[in-house]
């Protein structure tokens, strides 16, 4: 059912979605019974030229981590979602120039993604390939070779043994931490930052 906005209710989102975003401002028209859900909202606010509320570094990183695997926007709205952040396609568009990301080259996105030689992050999808490169009748050895992973690793991923307490294991033996991508990715950017 379609809901005229009235000026109650701009005022409402004017004062609220600023500061607690969509979420927070769906919570209060509710409260006066007004009918209108997130996608009406920010809708409201984008055609109004409200802004949303500050960028967490949740955000970011959620932005930088899925820009890295290559991800669009639209992909990334869904992925705060998850973590129950509203933003629109729009603003992580803007976010990612604010962060530098769309400056880099693909050299420097490589650099990013390959920190940590053998031990970089790896991702569902890398594991899926393993699988699915054996099945089709590559040898461990060449796979672990031409990924640049190590053989165990491929092996337990193979044999769908669990792998993933050694992983974490041997990254932190070798200094890596699970953040490294992303703060390797700030330092690039020029968006680092202050750690307490």
């Given amino acids: 059912?379609?809901?005229?906005w009235t000026p109650e209710e701009i005022e409402i989102l004017r004062a609220v979605y600023p500061i607690g975003g969509p979420l927070a401002t769906l919570e209060r028209l509710t409260e006066i019974g007004a009918e209108h859900d997130l996608v009406k909202i920010m809708r409201k606010a984008d055609l109004c030229k409200i802004?949303?509320?500050?960028?967490?570094?949740?955000e970011d990183d959620i932005i930088m981590q899925a820009w890295l695997m290559g991800k669009p926007a639209f992909d990334i709205d869904k992925l705060l979602g998850q973590a129950g952040y509203h933003r629109r396609v729009g603003e992580i568009l803007k976010r990612q120039r604010e962060l530098g990301l769309l400056t880099l080259t693909t050299g420097q996105c490589n650099n990013v993604l390959l920190w940590g030689g053998?031990?970089?992050p790896l991702t569902d999808?890398?594991?899926?390939?393993?699988?699915?490169w054996h099945a089709e009748g590559d040898a461990p050895e060449y796979l672990?070779?031409?990924?640049?992973?190590?053989?165990?690793?491929?092996?337990?991923?193979?044999r769908g043994e669990p792998w993933e307490k050694r992983w974490e294991q041997e990254r932190a033996k070798r200094g890596l931490r699970?953040?490294?991508?992303?703060?390797r990715l700030?330092?690039?950017?020029?968006?680092?930052?202050?750690?307490a």
Avoid at 51 to 58: K, N
């Fill in 51 to 58: 802004p949303g509320p500050p960028w967490t570094e949740e």
């Fill in 1 to 4: 059912m379609w809901h005229r």
């Fill in 118 to 120: 053998e031990y970089r």
């Fill in 144 to 158: 672990a070779k031409e990924l640049k992973r190590p053989l165990w690793l491929v092996l337990a991923i193979i």
């Fill in 186 to 195: 700030r330092e690039m950017t020029g968006r680092a930052r202050e750690t």
């Fill in 178 to 183: 699970p953040d490294d991508t992303i703060r």
């Fill in 125 to 132: 999808s890398t594991a899926k390939l393993i699988r699915r």
